[in-house]
DNA sequence: CCTCCGCATTCCGCTCTCCGGAACGGCTTC
DNA sequence: GAAGCCGTTCCGGAGAGCGGAATGCGGAGG
């Protein structure tokens, strides 16, 4: 089928047939979790014996790369380069090198002498629960707070480019199901989470701004800049947002801005149901104080930051300044 | 405040500023969506006008196969070759070289001539809402029921290697932290989670007790293969494991298996609490219940399925055939 | 204090992996 | 039928990638 699988075979002649062997890169999802220094996690790597003699390693450099992410991201916490040349079986100098060059990508990041996988890795996996500003242990239980109170989907948005993605969405069995719950990236003008990232980031706006016409998602979509700039201003003192029927039929949100420990805008978060009523006054300021406590607590000093530094805990998401 | 500040600052030391400028790779997360064929999503791409004139391509080809990911990853759904030649600048064989090494990795994805982001790239970002089996819409709701009747932290893992990951994880504001809620994979062996998946995947058993004696994580750790065996049939027949403060002190933890449509068991859902009342013989009987109606609905027929195979919607999961 | 070992880092000559133009066949549109 | 665009294959050439050697640092042990 694929040319390249013969080509392949070509390719894995051995340059050096005494190098030392590396796992097949299938073998690497599976390879056990590295021994590696850990930080407060309880859990320590799982001592098992080291997997049978492998083939020899891959020549090409995108196959050696992933295999040194796939261990990257199989380890426990970050990795230094005699181990990740070890165990990948790539001479040092050639991990070194490739390591060198994944850093500059942000696919791998530097923690000291250690490598750890980066954020660009997990950008590049699309928009997900890693990507909750602060950490989703912080912010989950507000959003599960405000589902029950609501009984509507709870949407945690944050800036990606000129539009929003989705980083969080709560919902439950009453749920009514719209094509806009597929999407995780929407406009920014016609969302309310759009809207609120628009009205608190300025320069966010001014950037949006230049972009040009607004597209028309539905007959209701605000489509001039002058009309946006209005709601804008009306966001801004209200401290909410709405989406009325903007981007989807049928699909009303209120929104709120999350602010970071440095009072800047980093995510909003919104209710979103399949009528006016799903988001009356009385949401719109349920939504608000969430945000608030959200922001509130976003604020303060949280201990995970030890951790964060001295291991890798995945369920924190970026720092605030990357958005 | 905030330790990547410092660190991410360190990881940008450039390593050959003599080499051709490449594009910033933060300006191609900050790209426009790509104008694709939509699926059914409503969402169509913002027809913004492309961005300016772009410095000619990196001639590194991690570089490029990056640059290659990242419009696949910003795209709205799969890519033909001749479009991902124009925008990324690079010849179109070059391009098609690239991508046949990209989905021989797993990175990227074939979808009839089109391409998309791979499983294995999201796998590198570690374990999340994208490795629920199924779609995160099926089971989410189910998870928030156990937790709203429960009030205890509800995990649902998927195997994982030799071990369990961790891909969602709903709790609320009366939930008690420990260290290990910082982890995202386990153990199989003193998880109540792992124990399911070890009782009803007889391959997955197979191979774990061919990987010798088992780490010790408490005091109550199960170590040995035979006890872990008597535990694992007391499993089988019950329908639900425990696991008593056996990965971690102070945590109790009761699971069960959600089944595919093809029987065999794909994840465990599970609640955790901080004592034993919190893991009572009613709360296994809620997740037993839960992990039943979880598996009930995912033998249904879906009409997600269609939408999967023409576009990328990233609520969905990996296919079920694929753990 | 000294020695040894293991670590990460840099340098640079060499080579082979990667590059990409040319050619080709298929499909769609006019 | 012709033109244009698509994806695919081939293969000679060169530059991107390779990795041994050398270096300096820090920690452990005698």
Redesign the interface.
């Known amino acids: 089928m ?4 013969s080509l ?1 075979n070509h390719a894995l002649r051995c340059r050096e047939p005494e190098r030392a062997p590396i796992h097949p ?1 299938g073998e690497q ?5 590295a021994i590696t220094h850990q930080g ?5 790597p ?4 080291p997997p049978p003699a492998s083939p020899p390693p891959s020549t ?4 050696r ?2 295999a040194i ?2 261990y990257l ?2 380890a ?1 916490g970050p990795v230094g380069l005699a181990e990740l040349s070890r165990r990948t079986g790539l001479p040092k100098t050639t991990a070194h090198r ?1 390591l ?8 791998a ?4 002498s250690d490598y750890t ?2 954020q ?11 990507m909750v500003p602060g950490t989703r ?1 912080m912010v ?3 959003l ?2 405000l ?2 109170a609501t009984r509507q989907t709870v949407n945690l948005a944050v800036p990606r ?3 929003i993605a989705y980083v969080e ?5 009453g ?1 009514v ?1 719209t ?9 920014l003008h016609c969302t309310a989470g759009g809207k609120v990232l628009l009205a608190f980031n300025h320069e966010l706006h001014a950037a949006f701004r230049d ?2 016409d607004l ?1 028309r ?1 539905t007959r209701r979509t605000l489509i001039g800049h002058a009309a946006l700039d209005r709601e804008l201003h009306v966001v801004r003192r209200r401290g909410v947002a709405y989406a009325k029927e903007e ?2 039929e049928g699909i009303v949100c209120a929104a709120a801005p999350v602010f970071g ?1 440095d009072g800047r805008v980093v995510m909003a978060i919104s209710v979103a149901g399949a009528s006016p009523r799903a988001v009356s006054a009385e949401v719109a300021d349920l939504v608000r104080r969430t945000a608030h406590a959200i922001s509130s607590a976003l604020d303060r000093p949280f201990p ?2 030890a ?3 001295t291991g890798r ?3 924190e998401g ?5 958005l």
């Not at 407060?40 to 320590?44: I, L, P, Q, V």
């Not at 660009?120 to 997900?128: D, E, M, R, S, Y």
């Not at 969405?169 to 069995?173: N, S, W």
């Open positions: 694929w040319p390249y699988m392949g890169l999802d599976r390879m056990p979790r407060k996690a309880s859990y320590h799982t001592p098992f014996p090409g450099s995108l196959e790369a992933t992410l796939t991201s199989a426990a490739l060198g060059v994944l850093c500059a990508t942000g696919l990041q530097r923690i000291d996988i980066g660009k890795l997990i950008n590049l996996a699309g928009p997900g629960p890693r242990r989950l239980p507000h599960i707070r589902y029950e480019g000129m539009e969405r709560v919902y439950g069995h749920r199901s094509p806009s719950d597929e999407v995780d990236r929407a406009p972009r040009g597209p998602m981007f989807a420990p995970v930051l951790v964060q530094a805990t995945r369920a970026p720092p605030m300044s990357f």
